[in-house]
């Protein structure tokens, strides 16, 4: 069988109320001058220091071509280039950390993140902004093509491979735009592409499926579409990726602006309305979960309610059902690096 028509899964042990204890009295012990608590890598993913972040994204580049916003960094010997394409109300400057040149960038932390990984592999990054809310599959379709080739040809990389992500709504956007593209190799994260109202190409590129099975009408709809691709003669994987129950650090670990006293606090909140579970599972997703209500009513300072959307990120992607991810991103890059051409 050809190993890229296997499936991976995203596991992830469950921690026990004992462990998560036990965690956040490693923590106090290091804010009081102990030694510091012991790191727990999460499944796939690729640990970067606070250094190798701040110098791999100090100086992204901004531009606005055709109506619309988009960002970009190339790293030394870039190997390929990689698109993205947010979700439904995203922007390209949510995938950078505010900086000198971007002032007004959000650096939310799995977009952030997924281009930390991408510089890390070699891979130049863009990340183009949608004209509306979400995107379109009309004119947006040339807009961005267009985009993309004026930056490859600006920045001398037209001999390196392309390829795309996108998730949600740039899910469906890089489906369609595959179609037409050179691409060699996508990722449609939680997004089950537009295949069935699309004639898929003979030369449609290998893609991958990164999907959170909770959302069971979507699997269904992703296997479905797995097996069309399949006749057609297109390379196919999936990456499931579950649910992850919460812990004193895992906020701290996934946003490092954040101090870890702040980290533990809100687990313990959480924890106290009930809305975890005694294993640190979300009982509701995070967007239905009056978490942001609970930190007002704790009066929490300004500074820690600047980051309620990098917060909510998190929360949704712990409950796992609808969310961009970066726990998978050596399952990503690797889909990539094997469909070079």
Known sequence: MDPFYGLQRCRVTAV???S???M???LILYRTGGKSSPQFDLPNQPRISHHTAVHLQRLPSLGFMNGTDFMWQVPESPKAVLLLAHGCNGKASNFWDASSSCPNCVGLPEERL???HALERKFAVIAISSLGKCWSFGKEKENVKWILQWWIDENKLQNLPIVALGASSGGYFISALAAEARFSSIALMISEGVFDSMDIPKNYPPTLFVHMPKDRRRMELIQKNMQNLRMKGVRVKEVRCMELPLTPHFLWDRMPWLDQ???VQLFELLRE???IDEKGYMRRDGRATPWKEALKEKHFSYEKNRWVDHIQEELNLAYGYHEMTTLQSG???SWFESHMR
């Open 261 to 263: 006293s702040f980290s």
């Open 273 to 275: 309305r009930g809305f």
């Open 20 to 22: 998560a204890i036990l």
């Open 114 to 116: 997924l281009v930390l």
């Open 331 to 333: 399952d990503i890059f």
């Open 24 to 26: 956040a009295a490693l």
């Open 16 to 18: 026990s109320s004992f």
